[in-house]
Each structure stands twice: as C-alpha cells, then as structure tokens.
C-alpha cells in the first residue's frame, strides 16, 4: 500500500513539474517577446522579468531535486537526508531572489543563519558519505 501511495504521489509531482515547466517556458518566452517589442531603455521591466524568470528556474530545480527523492525513495525504500537538505538549500535560495529588502534587520541575521547551518549539515552529510564509501573500498 506504502508503494502505491508513493507512486500516486509521484505521478502527481511529476504533473505539476511539467506544469510549472509550461509555465515558466512561458513566462521566459512572453519576456523575452515583450522586452524585444517595447524599447530596452525601460530597465526596471527588464530587471523584473528576470527577477521572474529566476524565481520559475528555481522553482523548477526544486521540483527536479523532488523527483529525485521519490525515486530514491521508490528504489531503496529510504530517504537520504543529503536530498532533502538540497532541497532546502534550493528552496532557500528561491526565497532570497524573492526577498524583498523592507524586512527588520534580525530576520535578514536569522536568515543568514538559517543558511549557514543547512549548508553546514549539507557538507557534513557530504563528508561522511565520502568516509563511508571509502572505508568500505578498503
């Protein structure tokens, strides 16, 4: 029953990447159409259409890095917490090309934080992985 539940829910995440992959297909292609028909003097539109149009690519890597787990998780019937925190990482870095800059100065500090302890755990994990792989070729 675990199996089925896990297939359903990567059928559907693998709906919404391919939707979210059609729409950010979109959006970069209406910018790209509009910032070639109005004049490239206009440099605020131009800065928000990229602004956009990284925010659907992140967007899309987290749904990639979501895929890989599931089928991670379909093959071996485990989690590896190293996808889990990528996904994070990725999601965080999303959050931060997003970030409007009228926050308080202690959530930007808290923010920082927050990353340097996911990267942190992100290598940490890394380097015992590598360990392991090594101590068990010798």
């Known amino acids: 029953m675990e199996q089925f539940i896990v297939i359903v829910l990567l059928f559907s995440l693998l709906a919404v990447f391919l939707y979210s992959m059609y729409i950010f297909l979109w959006l970069l292609y209406d910018g790209m159409v509009d910032n070639i028909m109005q004049e490239v003097s206009v ?7 990229l602004h956009t149009i990284f925010g659907g690519f992140m967007l899309v890597l987290i749904g990639i890095e979501l895929l890989r787990a599931m089928k991670i ?3 071996e019937n485990l989690v590896h917490a190293e996808v889990v ?10 959050h931060i090309i997003d970030l409007k800059l ?10 920082g934080i927050l990353i340097v302890c996911i990267v942190g755990s992100y290598y940490l ?14």
């Open 125 to 138: 994990i890394r380097e015992s992985s590598k360990k392991k792989t090594i101590n068990n070729v010798d």
């Open 85 to 94: 925190i990528l996904v994070a990482i990725i999601g965080l870095s999303r």
């Open 43 to 49: 440099e605020k539109n131009i800065l928000l259409s």
């Open 73 to 75: 998780y379909l093959k």
């Open 102 to 111: 009228d926050k308080d100065p202690l959530y930007f500090a808290g923010l």
